[in-house]
């Protein structure tokens, strides 16, 4: 099993900044891609960045040039900075974890709360 703990949510205004943090452990091999999504009230879960083991990255459109994702694979962490952030970025942000074999399996967090308010 794998077990990923998030930390590093809370309220900003907007404008402001986060750096969410997910920590992953148990049995951490064949990972294919790690990364963070974000479910907000009323809305499907989305992705907002992944980074794949051999090093490509992919971010939502509606993030690109303010969050930046970055991986330890020492550490088996996975970071999300946030910058400038806008009321739309109001969500619950999961970590996930994909894990290669006959089939991906998909490993999730427990979820931040990211509220962006004034």
């Known amino acids: 099993q794998v077990q990923l703990v998030e930390s590093g949510g809370g309220l900003v205004q907007p404008g402001g900044s986060l750096r969410l943090s997910c920590a992953a452990s148990?049995?951490?091999?064949?990972?294919?891609?790690m990364g963070w999504y974000r479910q907000a009230p009323g809305k499907e879960r989305e992705l907002v960045a992944d980074?794949?083991?051999?090093?490509?990255?992919h971010y939502a459109d509606s993030v690109k040039g303010r969050f930046t994702i970055s991986r330890d694979n020492v550490k088996n962490m996975v970071y999300l900075q946030m910058n400038n952030l806008k009321f739309e970025d109001t969500a619950v942000y999961y970590c996930?974890?994909?894990?290669?074999?006959?089939?991906?399996?998909?490993?999730w967090g427990q979820g931040t709360q990211v509220t962006v308010s004034s």
């Open positions: 148990g049995s951490i091999f064949s990972v294919v891609s």
């Open positions: 996930n974890l994909a894990r290669g074999g006959v089939i991906i399996s998909n490993y």
């Open positions: 980074v794949y083991s051999r090093g490509t990255i």
